[in-house]
Structure formats: structure tokens, C-alpha cells
């Protein structure tokens, strides 16, 4: 028997493929490992909230939080990129899930998921299945990104609702094509290819956004339960975010 996960087909959906029993009793042999890429300038329990509630969902074995260098498509950062890193390092202690991946600070230049994603793809030899975590605003814009439809060859998607943000009857048409026979409904699903599948999480709405954090501190006003204090009294100890810095 292959040691590797067949990829999905563009139009192949979960209850076409074959093998379906086999992969079954190989689940252990290929976990899920999740993938949540971000400016996190600065990261806040929007983002740790849904991550914690996507790790248990979908039975991830770890879940990789990767800071975007350079981010595409985007203003440059307030803050550092080391910064970021920093802060993210702080406010994922004491989760075993969690993890700080740093490929894309340590990446000169323009930070290309695409790019990640193959080097885990060949540092897990194939032997683990990657599911890319991304809010429904960033999504609608998947098609702006360098080689796109690759992304679907390399892992799944894992949705989050944004308050503000109605997916289904918002996606550019090329995505919304390249997305009609990959959606699927149960989390179970993802267990059984290794990419191409497009999931929306439930979780908890949160309408928490770095924007308003960055705003708030810069206005001086309370920015306390928005994100882990650990983390807030790193930024105040390296006045980011304040005008000062
Ligand atoms: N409150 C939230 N709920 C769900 N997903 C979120 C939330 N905030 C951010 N995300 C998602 O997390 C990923 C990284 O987001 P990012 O670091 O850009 O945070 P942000 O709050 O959107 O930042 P900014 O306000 O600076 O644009 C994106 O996929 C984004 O859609
Ligand atoms: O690879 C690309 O072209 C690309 C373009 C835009 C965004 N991304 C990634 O999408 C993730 C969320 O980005 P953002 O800007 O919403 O923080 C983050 O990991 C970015 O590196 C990736």
C-alpha cells in the first residue's frame, strides 16, 4: 500500500474518491496539521478563539501559527515582523497544539504562502494532511493570490465566519468555479485526501480585528481582554503600536 494520500481531482468530491475504507484505518499514520497564516499586527482572541475551537473540530495534531514576513496585497505591518513573531510566541504558551512556525520571517522578501505550504509538504514527506486556516475576508481574495490554484494541490480549506463578511454569495466567479465541487459539510471529510477541500468551521463569531487594536492603543484607550495581557504588556514594554515606537 502507497504511504502517500492520493491529492483530490479538481472535480472529484470526497464521496467519489476511492479507497475510502483504506484511508480510514490509516488516520493515525496522517494527522491534520493546521495551518494559520497572518499579518498578526498584532494577534488577538479573534484569531486564538478560532484557532482553539478549528483544533478541536477537526481533531488537529498541532496547529501552526506563521507569520507573514513581508504580507502580500496589504500595507507593510506597524510593527516588525520580529515584533509579530514575538508576540504571537507569547500569546500561544501553554497551548501543546500551538506552535510558532517562522519560515516566512526568516524568508527574504514577499511572504507567498504557496511557498510555505510546498516546504511543509515536503518537510512531512506527504505522511500529513495541511489545512490552511483563513478568515472569509482574506478567502474572497484568494484568487489575487501568487499561484492560487496550486494551493488546492497542497491542502485544504478551513473557513472562518467573520462578523461583516457573507461568503457564499460573495466570491469572484474564477473562485467560486475553482470551489464549486470542493465544498464540504463534515469535518470528517478532510481525513480522507490530502487536499483540495474546502471547509467552513463553525466558531464563534468574534468581531475582533488587529485594525481596532492598532487604533486603540494609538488613541490610548483600553485594548484589555481583546487579547492575552502577556501579550499586551509585551507591546507596552516595546511601546508599539502607540506612535512612540
Ligand atoms: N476576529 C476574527 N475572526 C475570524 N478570523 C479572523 C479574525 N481576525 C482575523 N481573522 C483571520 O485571521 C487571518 C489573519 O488575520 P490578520 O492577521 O490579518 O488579522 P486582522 O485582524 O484581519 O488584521 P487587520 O485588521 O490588520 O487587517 C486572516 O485569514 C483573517 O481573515
Ligand atoms: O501567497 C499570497 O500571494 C498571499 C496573498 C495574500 C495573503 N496571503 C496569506 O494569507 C494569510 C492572511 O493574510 P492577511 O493579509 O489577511 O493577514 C497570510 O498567511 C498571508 O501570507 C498570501
Keep these: 500500500m502507497s504511504d502517500q494520500l492520493p491529492d483530490s481531482g479538481r472535480q472529484e468530491t470526497v464521496s ?3 479507497h475510502l475504507g483504506s484511508f480510514q484505518s490509516m488516520r ?4 491534520l496539521i493546521g495551518i494559520f497564516g497572518g499579518t498578526f499586527d498584532p494577534i488577538h482572541y479573534g484569531h486564538l478563539r478560532v484557532a482553539e475551537e478549528i ?3 477537526i481533531s ?4 501552526r501559527f506563521v507569520p507573514a514576513g ?3 496585497l496589504r500595507c507593510a505591518p506597524a510593527a516588525s515582523l520580529q515584533h509579530r513573531a514575538a508576540i504571537v510566541r507569547i500569546a500561544i504558551r501553554g497551548n501543546s497544539r500551538f506552535v510558532l512556525d517562522e519560515r516566512e520571517v526568516r524568508r527574504h522578501g514577499v511572504s507567498y504562502s504557496v511557498e510555505s505550504l510546498r516546504e511543509l509538504r515536503r ?7 495541511l489545512c490552511f486556516v483563513i478568515g472569509a475576508d482574506a478567502f474572497m481574495k484568494l484568487a489575487e493570490w501568487h499561484s492560487w490554484r496550486e494551493l488546492f494541490g497542497l491542502c485544504h480549506f478551513i473557513i472562518v465566519a467573520r462578523p461583516g463578511y457573507a461568503l457564499a454569495s460573495n466570491l469572484p466567479q474564477e473562485l467560486e468555479e ?9 469535518a470528517d471529510s478532510l481525513k480522507y485526501t490530502s487536499s483540495g477541500l474546502v471547509f467552513i468551521a463553525p466558531t464563534t463569531l468574534l468581531d ?4 481596532t487594536i492598532r487604533a486603540h492603543i494609538a488613541a490610548g484607550k483600553s485594548v484589555r481582554y481583546l487579547m492575552p495581557d502577556e501579550a499586551l504588556d509585551y507591546i507596552a514594554a516595546n511601546h508599539l503600536y502607540s506612535g512612540e515606537g
Excluded at 488537529?60 to 496547529?63: I, N, Y
Excluded at 518537510?123 to 494532511?129: C, L, Q
Design 178 to 186: 475553482e470551489c464549486a465541487q470542493r465544498w464540504v459539510s463534515s
Design 28 to 31: 493515525s499514520e496522517f494527522p
Design 70 to 72: 513581508v504580507p502580500r
Design 16 to 18: 467519489a474518491l476511492p
Design 60 to 63: 488537529l495534531r498541532e496547529l
Design 123 to 129: 518537510e512531512m514527506r506527504e505522511r500529513a494532511i
Design 55 to 57: 483544533a478541536e473540530t
Design 208 to 211: 475582533i480585528s488587529a485594525t
